[in-house]
C-alpha cells in the first residue's frame, strides 16, 4: 500500500486548479468572542457541486488525463456528495457516468447528481451498491473513483487544507468530519507537511461511530447497519485501509452526538450566513470542546465539507430553536 | 426636501470605507440555465450584522464624524436589521444607543442587537414603537437614526449597487426588495447614473403590499395592520416621502405570495449555498417572472438584503419540499 505524500497533494493542487474554485476562508467575530479562540471556516459548501467532493474526483481523472489514459466510462457509489462530485467530474471530461447509491440517497443529491448528465442506479442498501459496482468496474474501459479509500483521491481532498493554510497561516489545530476519511486524512497529511506543530483532529458522528470503534480497537470495524444521522455526508459504514492509516496518527477524534450536530448546524448558518450541511457542524462540536480545553487564546481551522441539504434535513436541523441558547462551549459527554 | 444624489453616494461610499464589509457577488450555473439569463447575486447576507442596513447607519455617524457634530446619543426603530445596523455603527463611535422595537421583533434580531451593547425597549406595536422614538429623539444630543426615509441612509444603501455595479460592469436590470424603500431607492439611484438603460424593479410581498399600494394611488398608503408575512424585513408599514420619490420613477414592480416567498428562499438557500432571509427571495421571484417575459438572453443583478433568519420562520420556510419541483420562472399570477 502506497500511501500518498505531501507532494501527491502539491501535484493535485497544480493538476485541479482552474477547474475547482478557490474556496473563502471565513470567521464570526461573535463565536471567536464566545469560545475565546479564534475560529476560521474553510468554505468548502461554496465549491462546485457543493462539497470538498470535487477535488479528488477532478484528481483522478485529470491524472489520467495527464497519462493518456481516460476511461470511456466512469462508475462510483456514493451516498451523495461524491456521486455529484464524480458526475461533475466526468462532465469535464466528456466521459459518460453511472452512479450506484443506496435508495437512502437524499432527493436532492440524486437530482443534482442526474443534472450533470449522470445516470443514477439505486440499490436497497449501501452494501448493494458498493457490490454492483465493483462488478461494473471490472469491464473493459471503465474506471471506478472510489469515494475516499484511493491515494488520488485522498492526494485531491488534501488541497483543500493546502489552500486553507496558504491563505491562513500558521494555525494551532485543524478539524475536519470523517465519514469514509478522505477528506480527514487529506488535511492530515497535509498539515503535518505545512504545520508539523498543529494538532490535526477527527470528529465523526456518535450514531455513526465506525472510525472511533476502530480507532479502539486497531483494526477496521463496520457499522452493524444503516446510520441515523443528520450528519449523512459521515455515514459510511466504515473508513479503508489508505484513509485508516492516517486516522491513527489523529492527534485526537471526537463523537457527536445528533442535538450537538443540530444545534452547531443552527449556529453555524446563522453566524456565517453559510448554508451548511449537518457533516459540518460535528467538526464545531470538537472544536467548541477542544475550546475549553485550551486556556490560552488559539487559532483553529477548520474545514466546511459542503452545503447540500435536502428539506427534510432541514426540517429536522430547525425542529428546535437553538438559537436562544448561548453556543455549548463545555466538553462532551 | 432634498433628495440624495449619486454624488451623495460616491461620498457615502468613502466614508463608510473600511467600516463596512466588501461583499462578494455570486451566481449559479444551474440556475442561470433553468432561467436562460444569467442572475448575479449581491451577497449582502455576507455584511457585517448579516445585512445591507449597516451602511444607511455608519453613513450617517460617519457624515457626523467629519462635521464634528458626533450626538452623545443614537436612537432608532426597527423591526429587526435596522436595529443591528444602527446598535453595530453606535458602538464603532462609542455612542451609546437605545433600539425602540415592537414586540414582534425575531428573537435573535433583539439578542444580536444587544450583543453589540445596545439598551432594547419593546412596545405593543411597531406605531408605538415609532411613536416612543420620535419622542427620545427630542432630548437634548440625541440623534434619531430612522430606518429609511433619510437621504444619509438611503444614499449609504446606494452603496450597495455602486460597489456591486462596478464589480458587474454592465447588466440589463436590478432588482431589489422593498419594506421602507431604503435600499430600493439607494439602487435605483446608484443604477440610474451608472448603468441609464438599465430597469430597476422592485418587489414586495403581497401581505404587506403598501408600496405596490401607494404607488396605484399616487400617495402614500399604510398597511391596516401588523403584516402576515415570512418576509419580515419587508412588514413595514409604509414607505417615506424621500423613499416613495424613488418608487414613482421604477420601471416594475412585484408583488410576491408567501408560497413564492417560501420557494425562492429554499432554491437560493440550496443553490447559492448562502443563509438568505426570505426578503431576499421576492426580488428572486420577481427575476423569475421578468425573465419568461424577456426572450434574448439577458443580465440581472439581485440585491440579497440580509441572511437574520430566526428559528421559528426557518421551520415555516423549510416547511414544504420545494426543492424537489423545478423552479417557477412563468410570470407571477
Known amino acids: 500500500m502506497n500511501l500518498p505524500t505531501f507532494d501527491d497533494v502539491l501535484d493535485a493542487a497544480k493538476r485541479i486548479e482552474g477547474k475547482v474554485q478557490k474556496t473563502p476562508v471565513v470567521e464570526s467575530s461573535l463565536l471567536n468572542k464566545w469560545l ?3 475560529i476560521l471556516f474553510k468554505a468548502e459548501c461554496l465549491q462546485t457541486v457543493g462539497a470538498f467532493k470535487l477535488r479528488g474526483a477532478v484528481n483522478v481523472l485529470a491524472k489520467h488525463a495527464q497519462e493518456g489514459t481516460l476511461p470511456k466510462r466512469v462508475v462510483a457509489n456514493s451516498s451523495g456528495n461524491h456521486a455529484q462530485a464524480v458526475a461533475c467530474a466526468a462532465a469535464l471530461y466528456n466521459i459518460p457516468v453511472t452512479i450506484f447509491a443506496a435508495d437512502s440517497i437524499s432527493a436532492i443529491k440524486a437530482a443534482a447528481t442526474q443534472s450533470y448528465g449522470a445516470e443514477l442506479r439505486r440499490f436497497d442498501t449501501r452494501t448493494e451498491a458498493d457490490k454492483a459496482v465493483k462488478a461494473a468496474a471490472q469491464e473493459t474501459d471503465t474506471l471506478w473513483i472510489p469515494p475516499f479509500n484511493d491515494p488520488d483521491v485522498i492526494a485531491g481532498q488534501g488541497t483543500v487544507a493546502l489552500e486553507a493554510i496558504e491563505e491562513t497561516g500558521p494555525v494551532d489545530a485543524v478539524f475536519a468530519p470523517c465519514g469514509g476519511g478522505g477528506l480527514l486524512s487529506g488535511t492530515f497529511l497535509t498539515t503535518r507537511a505545512m504545520l508539523p506543530d498543529a494538532q490535526v483532529i477527527g470528529a465523526e458522528p456518535a450514531n455513526a461511530n465506525d472510525a472511533a470503534m476502530s480507532l479502539q480497537s486497531g483494526v477496521i470495524e ?45 449556529w453555524l448558518q446563522h453566524l456565517l450566513k453559510l448554508h451548511v450541511e449537518p457533516t459540518c457542524a460535528m467538526s464545531m462540536a470538537a472544536v467548541a470542546a477542544w475550546a475549553v480545553e485550551n486556556e490560552t487564546p488559539k487559532t483553529a481551522l477548520v474545514m466546511l465539507s459542503g452545503g447540500n441539504i435536502s428539506a427534510s434535513s432541514m426540517q429536522k436541523i430547525w425542529q428546535q430553536d437553538y438559537l436562544l441558547q448561548p453556543p455549548m462551549i463545555g466538553p462532551q459527554e
Request: net charge negative; no cysteine; proline share 6%.
Open 36 to 38: 475565546g479562540h479564534r
Open 222 to 266: 463496520s457499522l452493524p447497519g444503516p446510520a441515523q444521522t443528520l450528519a449523512d455526508g459521515a455515514a459510511t459504514p466504515s473508513v479503508g485501509e489508505y484513509t485508516f492509516a492516517f486516522l491513527q496518527q489523529l492527534d485526537d477524534f471526537y463523537e457527536v452526538d445528533e442535538i450537538q450536530i443540530a444545534y452547531w448546524t443552527q
